[in-house]
């Protein structure tokens, strides 16, 4: 399993784009990159999942180099309600295949 | 979207009671579940995975009689914390994931369990 190092915490303002970038630099061939949003006392949720290049949704963006040996999550003009660990999780896409949680970011948006 | 619906979200109960908590997919099949537990401030880490139709596997450090997994059908996955004491008080999560390729895991609430 590909080990994951992120920032411990970040601090932000309403509005402004944060950016977490996450090593993964033993990511297998196989491996997909998947960030997870989690609020105190709730489990964690999708936010968004790519193999490579850029991938972007309603509510971030992922950046992979060609190396794949980082990503970078991007979520744009953010709010308040942003506030949460963001975590980034490296592993093969197959029903069965468990992912190991690494420490994650802690995110604090100010107003 | 996949929803994973853990039950209770919160119990406490007295020490050497047994408690059980129960995972369910709502709107798709899980032939594997996982479960994980958090302490305050900490990362999620990973108990075991459960299985349908066999026996869970076990992470290194967890103890497999203490913790009772059941995955008896496609939707259900049960972990039960036997003779619990206070230091097993903490967040337990589920989830699961669809058996379609690039399915993300989905996640249940949590259960708070607090052993007085």
């Known amino acids: 399993l590909a080990k994951t190092t992120q920032p411990i915490s970040m601090d932000s303002y309403e509005g402004q784009e944060v950016n977490i970038t996450c090593s993964h630099n033993?990511?297998?061939?196989?491996?997909?990159i998947t960030w997870y949003q989690q609020f105190p006392s709730q489990g964690p949720r999708f936010i968004i999942q790519?193999?490579?290049t850029k991938v972007t949704n309603e509510v971030a963006s992922l950046f992979i180099p060609a190396d794949r040996k980082s990503s970078t999550l991007s979520l744009p003009r953010v709010s308040l309600s942003d506030t949460a660990v963001y975590y980034c999780?490296?592993?093969?896409?197959?029903?069965?295949?468990?992912?190991?949680f690494g420490g994650g970011t802690r995110v604090l948006v100010k107003p | 979207g996949a929803v994973v619906s853990q039950h209770p979200s919160r119990v406490i109960c007295k020490s050497g009671t047994s408690v059980k908590i129960e995972c369910r997919s709502l709107?798709?099949?899980?032939?594997?579940m996982f479960w994980y537990r958090q302490f305050p401030k900490q990362s999620l880490m990973l108990m075991a995975t459960?299985?349908?139709?066999?026996?869970?596997?076990?992470e290194q450090g967890v103890e497999k009689d203490k913790f009772l997994i059941n995955h008896a059908s496609l939707t259900l996955s049960t972990l039960t914390v036997t003779s619990a004491h206070p230091e097993d008080s903490s967040f337990y999560i589920c989830?699961?994931?669809?058996?379609?390729?690039?399915?993300?895991?989905?996640f249940g609430n949590g259960t708070r369990l607090t052993v007085t």
């Open positions: 709107d798709f099949q899980a032939t594997t």
């Open positions: 989830s699961a994931r669809s058996d379609s390729h690039n399915s993300p895991l989905h």
């Open positions: 999780l490296v592993g093969k896409e197959a029903a069965g295949n468990k992912l190991t």
């Open positions: 033993n990511i297998a061939t196989n491996d997909y």
């Open positions: 790519g193999y490579k």
């Open positions: 459960s299985n349908e139709g066999s026996k869970a596997t076990y």
